[in-house]
């Protein structure tokens, strides 16, 4: 098969960057895109040029590290279905293709195609935890949990951590990012004493980081390669309701009336 | 070299809470005003990370990708073991101690695999406690599948996706002392050089893959969590970052490799679809619970897999191995695979594969139950090889997978090297020749979460705190040293990509050092890994500079430390005269073609000591004792 790429260089975070075009030829249908990317870069080496920097490392659609917008899609055209898991046979013969790196303000560019996405660790060092040290715990068995609250705790907490949702997000926001990860501990046992400060820290620095804010367009959802269902904003919106008007947060004070 | 693994006297169920009982601790009032080196944030790393600065010590955290959350314990899929003995089958800690001593075919030291077995069950409590979703029964317990190499049921699970599950959980302990300020989180930044003073490790050297900085970085213990090194076969389930730079330069600056030829061929991985595969991918050991393994009766059989009745199917390894099935250990499903393959049974377009059929279990178990067992396993092949596993049989291969072998440690996991620590799949412990599923990540949290935060404080109690600043000599040397390699790779006036080279090496590797070993060939690689590291230094293009982010450069740094270890890997195949678990010498087998031991002459761990570059490297001993476990030749088959 035969592409031509048109694709994002940008030196580093202050170069302005632009596109540029690139033919690969005789690609077998079983390449994947990030393997197709491969054999650019060592053509480029080859030929004295300067390989396109992008970020991978697990190839297998889990570590998250992997990005790339593909003809205007975050990951590309396939449904539920990371770059590095994206094959050239889902793309006819001869096709053009744009790559872009992730389109945000709080994600800049480190060099072409990788991005900074520190902003998501910092909102979860916000709160995306339960204090615990390490030690003896009780037994969970000791803790039921009904299955079908774990599994759904679980179909928040597959969350990669890609950045796909904001580079999707016509405002470029990162509510299912942080909805899943709020959605994941608020679900379960463990998660609850640190239930309502948990969601208003995280909103909290998920605003600070300059990410936009909800408009319901649902571009996340149909672009998460891991199908997070955008239910789960509407869980975390009903938490920081829930922390900030209904809930008292001041515990001890309540007590002390007593 | 001192190889004095510490062992605490007593029988073994008692050794680790009287090691507990009688080594020296650092107070609490004293643990910040050390500090300690993790690198890599992996289960390992981050579990030891977030536990040491929890206890108080400052931790300085260190991670060559852009989030600690990535490293590749992200990718373990199917479970973690623990003798909880939840299902009432028998199970105990002598159990675990005997299965990971047996898979291990006797090749590891029995008080650390006992001290694995023995906090298993803490380490399920404490992701619990931690909020890790763990797969629940309709009562509300948590469920157990099984794996393989066992008769009891004591892998715990998150559907395919334990490994993340996990790392979220110690990723997560990990942000919190981030945010705390316990621990300065270093991303995207490479270790390139341990620094030595006066034989004990102080600090490291690393570069900022950003901007290219090269800085030193001085501590009280260095504690290396760096995983493993089978990306030296190029091709495997590893993430394509993984490396051995962090260990080969630890021992290139004096701490012993030990057994670096155990390296596990996990049995089921998509098979390789072409020259530009980039890894191979690993279907999850799990599958084979339902599963049935089997190629075609007849050689180079081109029917389809839907065309072939039942009296013309071989289930090799039911046929073979009755009693375990298609759930023997990974090393004997590999090698039979390989077997069939190379009597020409194999199937798919490169006759490097077996079938793994669902067909039965469906039928058996209902759409519904296997649904729920392996979804997203089917959906994961349907992507990558375009079949659905539920209307036709996978196809996969065996693909370097795991290392078993590592940097020595001794009972507390501190290296050959005085105050530099292994930890995970970094060092070379519990495992023995061959790990059993659903060990790796036990280990890796039980030495992070358990052993090393208690253990570490017996060596730095003995050291006063913040001995040498990073302005010390060493560290000039080191880092001159690391801008001078650097400096090289860059300036080579080659053109050909460090890919093209990788590839070769991982070739060579495979076929000389892979799933079986021969003295000829092995003499045959010692022979071409010089020169194709010559080549290698010759000829190789880097381009760009070092004072950017430069994936070209990263990638050649490794690759030179793996050309290197390379060699290593294939003295200690050639050196071990034997056969044991996952390291098969051809000479060495049992009528039925099973690994024969030779207990008499090889019933200890090859403890590496560098010579320098190219020059033959020094072979030291440590005896194996086996007293809670006599020695046995290890039989799958009644």
Request: aromatic letters at 8%; one cysteine or more.
């Amino acid at each position: 098969m035969k592409f031509t790429l048109e694709i994002w260089r940008q030196e580093n975070g202050e170069d302005a960057g632009s596109f540029s075009s690139h033919e690969v030829d005789d690609v077998s249908p079983d390449t994947s895109f990030l393997e197709m990317l491969d054999i650019l870069n060592e053509k480029l080496t080859e030929s004295g040029g300067e390989p396109i920097a992008f970020d991978s490392d697990c190839r297998e659609g889990i570590c998250g590290m992997c990005s790339l917008v593909i003809n205007g899609e975050a990951h590309g055209p396939k449904r539920a279905t990371t770059t590095c898991q994206l094959y050239m046979r889902h793309f006819p013969d001869g096709a053009s293709i744009t790559v872009e790196p992730w389109r945000s303000g709080a994600f800049p560019v480190v060099r072409d195609l990788a991005v900074d996405r520190s902003a998501f660790d910092r909102i979860m060092r916000a709160g995306g935890y339960v204090t615990v040290h390490s030690g003896p715990k009780p037994d969970p068995n000791d803790v039921p949990v009904n299955p079908e609250i774990s599994e759904k705790a679980l179909d928040a907490s597959t969350c990669i951590g890609c950045g796909a949702c904001v580079a999707a997000c016509p405002n470029g926001a990162a509510m299912l990012y942080t909805a899943a990860k709020v959605s994941h501990l608020s679900l379960l046992p463990q998660g609850q004493p640190e239930r309502q400060e948990r969601v208003q820290k995280m909103v909290a620095q998920m605003e600070e980081e300059g990410f936009g804010s909800c408009r319901n367009y649902g571009e996340c959802e149909a672009q998460c390669p891991k199908s997070i269902s955008i239910d789960f904003i509407g869980h975390m919106n009903r938490e920081l309701l829930r922390a900030t008007v209904i809930e008292p947060t001041d515990l001890r004070g309540e007590m002390k009336t007593q | 070299m001192d190889l004095d693994a510490k062992i605490p006297e007593g029988p073994i169920a008692d050794k680790w809470t009287r090691h507990i009982d009688e080594i020296r601790l650092v107070g609490p009032r004293n643990r910040p005003h050390y500090r300690v080196i993790i690198v890599g944030s992996g289960l390992a790393g981050a579990s030891a990370a977030s536990s040491m600065a929890a206890m108080g010590y400052k931790v300085d955290c260190f991670c060559f990708q852009d989030s600690p959350r990535r490293a590749h314990s992200i990718a373990a899929q199917g479970g973690i073991n623990a003798a909880k003995n939840y299902r009432n089958d028998g199970d105990s800690v002598h159990r675990l101690f005997y299965d990971t001593q047996k898979g291990g075919d006797y090749r590891s030291r029995e008080a650390n695999v006992w001290r694995l077995a023995q906090l298993s069950t803490a380490i399920i409590d404490q992701a619990a406690a931690q909020g890790v979703p763990f797969a629940r029964e309709y009562g509300g317990m948590l469920a157990n599948r099984s794996f393989g190499g066992v008769l009891v049921e004591r892998t715990f699970y998150c559907r395919g996706e334990t490994g993340q599950q996990l790392l979220l959980g110690a990723n997560s302990a990990l942000a919190k002392e981030i945010a705390a300020g316990h621990v300065n989180m270093h991303t995207r930044t490479e270790l390139l050089d341990v620094v030595v003073v006066d034989g004990r490790a102080r600090g490291i050297v690393v570069r900022d893959l950003v901007t290219g900085a090269i800085s030193s970085h001085a501590a009280d213990a260095v504690v290396l969590a760096s995983g493993g090194y089978t990306n030296v076969f190029n091709l495997s389930t590893n993430a394509r970052g993984c490396n051995v730079t962090a260990t080969w330069r630890a021992h290139k600056r004096g701490a012993g490799f030990a057994n670096p030829c155990y390296v596990q061929i996990h049995p089921t991985a998509i098979p390789a679809a072409g020259e530009h595969q980039s890894k191979l991918t690993l279907m999850s050991e799990s599958l084979r619970n339902d599963g049935r393994i089997w190629v075609p009766k007849k050689a180079n059989d081109e029917r389809k897999p839907s065309e072939i009745p039942e009296e013309e199917r071989y289930y090799y390894l039911e046929e073979r191995y009755p009693r375990f099935g298609n759930l023997v250990p990974r090393d004997v499903a590999s090698r039979n695979a390989k077997d069939v393959c190379d009597k020409g049974m194999g199937v798919g377009p490169t006759g490097q594969g077996v079938y793994l059929d669902f067909r039965d279990a469906i039928s058996e178990k209902g759409a519904d139950v296997i649904e729920t067992r392996y979804g997203n396993l089917f959906d994961m092949y349907e992507r990558i090889a375009s079949d659905n596993p539920r209307k036709t049989p996978m196809r996969i291969y065996p693909a370097p997978h795991y290392a078993m072998g590592g940097l020595w440690v001794d009972y507390n996991l501190m290296t050959t090297m005085p105050g530099l620590f292994a930890i995970g799949e970094a060092n070379f412990s519990d495992h023995g020749a061959n790990r059993l599923g659903a060990s790796s990540m036990m280990q890796c949290l039980a030495d992070g979460y358990f052993v090393i935060p208690i253990t570490i404080g017996d060596y730095l109690s003995r050291h006063p705190a913040g001995e040498i600043a990073s302005d010390h000599s060493a560290f000039r040397d080191a880092e001159r040293e690391v801008h001078e390699k650097t400096e090289r790779l860059l300036s080579i006036p080659g053109n050909r990509p460090v890919e093209a080279f990788h590839r070769e090496l991982g070739k060579l590797m495979i076929d000389e050092c892979g799933i079986s070993r021969n003295a000829e060939g092995l003499k045959d690689a010692l022979k071409k890994i010089p020169e194709l590291r010559e080549r290698f230094w010759r000829e190789v293009r880097v381009p760009g500079s070092g004072e950017q982010f430069n994936q070209s450069l990263e990638h050649a740094g490794r690759l030179a430390d793996f050309l290197e270890f390379a060699e290593l890997m294939c003295h200690d195949a050639l050196d071990r005269d034997e056969s044991c678990g996952c390291h098969f010498r051809e000479e060495h087998e049992t009528e039925d073609g099973e690994t024969l031991r030779n207990d008499e002459d090889f019933a200890f761990v090859s403890v590496w000591e560098h010579q320098g570059v190219g020059q033959q490297p020094i072979r030291h001993k440590e005896p194996l004792e086996f007293e809670a476990l006599p020695l046995a030749q290890r039989n799958y088959k009644t």
